[in-house]
């Protein structure tokens, strides 16, 4: 098992663009997390997915959306793109919500805007 | 709002000293708890919570709902341990997690 992956790997866009990233959760899980990890900062949470709904959001504007598939894979949307939205993109997958689980992250997606 | 305090940006110890790291919390409800690390090169991975109440890689964190205190300890630094340490909040059910900013331990031979 690869555990949770996401592509691409890093990605270069301007302002205004608009861009996605995929994220594939750990075998056996089916809910998705996405969080933003500025640069010297946390992880910030921005949205969940379970059962193809997006079940938690966090404090970020509606330019951010997301998706999820039958098969628990995932994607984040991200519209109309600002220099401020350059960050790594974390993807976490986990069992069905539930307090006290643990989140399993993928490698992130290194997002630079110009 | 729920917030997570790490105080310390950077922590600097002698191989085999003490360690603690730092984590305070702000919520008026009862919290899940975990600390994250991400080792140079890996990807974020939960090294404990505090309902587990276990000890891992030598590491412990007791809740203080006193103090709002999560604070991370180890009796005896090891060179292993430099890494990059989060402290994260749940609020419960489906939650997404709340981090901090991260405290970086660097543990000197």
């Known amino acids: 098992d690869a555990g949770v992956t996401q592509s691409p790997t890093h990605l270069i866009k301007t302002r205004g663009q608009q861009v996605t990233l995929r994220c594939s959760p750990k075998?056996?899980?089916?809910?998705v997390s996405w969080y933003q990890q500025a640069l010297g900062q946390g992880p910030q949470f921005i949205f969940q997915y379970y059962e193809e709904e997006e079940r938690q959001r966090g404090n970020f504007p509606d330019r951010f959306s997301g998706h999820q598939f039958p098969n628990y894979s995932s994607e984040l949307n991200v519209n109309a793109l600002l220099l401020g939205d350059s960050a790594l993109y974390l993807c976490a997958s986990s069992l069905a919500p539930s307090g006290g689980g643990e989140q399993f992250f993928g490698p992130g997606t290194r997002l630079t805007v110009l | 709002a729920q917030r997570v305090t790490q105080p310390e940006k950077l922590l600097s110890v002698f191989k085999g000293a003490p360690v603690e790291l730092k984590c305070n919390y702000s919520?008026?409800?009862?919290?899940?708890l975990f600390w994250y690390v991400q080792y140079s090169r890996q990807r974020l991975q939960l090294l404990l919570r505090?309902?587990s109440r276990e000890s891992i890689k030598g590491f412990t964190a007791d809740l203080n709902k006193g103090e709002t205190s999560f604070h991370l300890k180890k009796p005896f630094a090891q060179e292993e341990d430099s890494a990059m340490y989060y402290c994260a909040l749940q609020r419960g059910g489906a939650d997404g997690l709340t981090f901090g900013k991260g405290t970086h331990l660097i543990i000197q031979p």
């Open positions: 505090h309902i």
């Open positions: 075998s056996g899980h089916d809910t």
């Open positions: 919520y008026s409800g009862s919290p899940e």
